[in-house]
């Protein structure tokens, strides 16, 4: 989240009292030194434009309301202003009291409703006020990411949020403010404008040219320094290289560089979560590790890749001379990774597909490691492979057709108590068993499975395997328990 840009956004002063700031797009004005029957207030509607004189009531509550140093002061004034005066004899008054009523309420309010609403308030007379369409995007991403993800309600969030960053990018310079301001406040509202378009086109659209096109255009948007450091700038720069790589086609090197770039700069505690998803990256193109080490430093050095740094890095061999290579150096093809078998199952000619098909075939295997994408009771489905777990979103590439538990035989109407006994604990076991199962066998966990490979399909590939079973952690031995000291009478005495 860009806290630090609401830092930014809060520490706006009056331009009134000499200071400009990058987000005041309209200013009240100063008060004059002596109040009059109708008071002259210059708008700086047009450059050149005549003084606007205000009737001396609504002069003095006007001036007194933005003249309170105390934002809640300040905003409860404004407000008794814009209801005790709902029309003003000046046009673009009521338009500078609600851009200071944003102001104020952005000096304390943590939630952001007044904050918004006063904004709302602005937009409804300015429909291109960039630091209203700035608070608007920023605070309703913020609301949008408190939301849980794949949620219709964070999609909405961030569709609206994103509406407003679009027209903040298209609006233009207005009258009231110098070039020179509007462009110091374009530079604060650009970041947040490319990450809420970035963002929703990652994660809610899927849209990842769009995606792309935000992120390189955010991170270009900051001093480089700021992309250095752990905070959302550094984790565009992850999303960056994920947006590659889900590509159509992927582009595994930009993936591998942006993501590398991002893990050189994370506090090591992310550095071992996002380093092998940089170096998968590298690897998918280049088949091997060698050379990623001058990737990693070129990432390190550089906010994009360096110009022809890529060409020095030469692709991996096509599916097909891989899957010759696997073939024709592999004595034992029963041995091959799964991986490798799924590429041939795939990729290869059907009479390779079948000569490692046949080593495999009818045959029972323990498969590790397996995560979870789809479960029933009788179907699982499962991704085992690195590809199908890195891939976004994640995809099953085996499927378990499960074994039915063994049925528990019907208690005999003339069963003894001890046989009653017995069945009782031979049915809550039953049920222990199916309840750590259904534990182990949810959506997102890893489980250890077995089965028989049955069949499978080429594209996309998924092997089907028969007599699936879960194969449950054994519980830990209990310690033995101590022994009872013996207790000692002490002899009377004599």
Request: contains cysteine.
């Amino acid at each position: 989240m860009k806290k630090e840009v609401l830092a930014t956004l809060l520490a706006c002063t009056v331009i009134a009292s000499g200071v400009s700031c990058a987000l005041a797009q309209t200013a009240a004005p100063a008060a004059p030194a002596a109040p009059a029957a109708a008071q002259p207030v210059n708008l700086g509607a047009q450059p050149a434009a005549a003084p606007c004189a205000l009737p001396d009531a609504e002069y003095t509550a006007y001036t007194n309301a933005i003249a309170q140093s105390n934002p809640q002061a300040k905003a409860a004034g404004i407000e008794k202003y814009l209801t005790d005066f709902p029309t003003s004899a000046c046009p673009g008054v009521r338009l500078s009291a609600l851009v200071e009523l944003m102001t104020a309420y952005s000096a304390y309010d943590t939630t952001g409703t007044k904050i918004l609403d006063s904004a709302a308030r602005v937009l409804q007379l300015e429909p291109a006020n960039l630091r209203a369409l700035t608070f608007q995007a920023y605070l309703g991403k913020k609301a949008a990411d408190a939301l849980p993800d794949g949620s219709p309600a964070k999609q909405a969030a961030l569709d609206a949020a994103t509406v407003y960053a679009q027209k903040g990018l298209a609006a233009t310079q207005p009258t009231t403010l110098s070039a020179d301001d509007f462009k110091k406040m374009q530079s604060t509202a650009f970041p947040i404008f490319y990450n809420v378009i970035g963002d929703d086109a990652f994660l809610v659209k899927k849209d990842y040219a769009t995606a792309i096109d935000a992120f390189k255009k955010e991170l270009a948007s900051v001093p480089v320094a700021a992309t250095q450091q752990p905070g959302p700038y550094l984790v565009d720069t992850y999303f960056l290289g994920e947006a590659y790589s889900l590509s159509t086609p992927p582009d595994y090197l930009n993936c591998a560089f942006y993501a590398s770039r991002a893990v050189a700069y994370a506090p090591p505690a992310n550095k071992t979560v996002m380093s092998p998803y940089a170096k998968w990256c590298y690897h998918k193109y280049h088949d091997v590790d060698d050379g990623y080490d001058a990737m990693v430093a070129a990432a390190t050095a550089n906010l994009n890749p360096p110009d022809g740094f890529f060409a020095t890095i030469k692709p991996g061999l096509t599916p097909a001379e891989k899957i010759h290579n696997i073939i024709v150096g592999t004595p034992d093809l029963s041995t091959l990774a799964i991986a490798d078998k799924e590429m041939i199952f795939q990729y290869g000619s059907p009479e390779d597909a079948a000569k490692v098909w046949d080593t495999i075939k009818g045959k029972s295997f323990q498969i590790p490691g397996a995560l979870v994408i789809t479960s029933s009771p009788t179907v699982l489905t499962v991704a085992v492979t690195d590809d199908a777990k890195n891939a976004n979103p994640k995809i099953a590439d085996f499927t378990f057709n499960m074994t039915a538990p063994d049925p528990i035989p019907d208690l005999k109407a003339n069963a003894t108590p001890a046989q009653k006994l017995a069945y009782k604990k031979e049915v809550a076991a039953a049920q222990a068993k199916a309840d750590a199962i259904a534990a182990a066998t949810a959506v997102g966990q890893t489980v250890t499975l077995t089965g028989t490979y049955s069949s499978f399909t080429p594209n996309p590939v998924m092997i089907i395997m028969s007599d699936g079973d879960v194969v449950l952690p054994k519980a830990a031995a209990k310690p033995a328990a101590k022994p009872t000291p013996a207790h000692r009478t002490t002899p009377a005495k004599k």
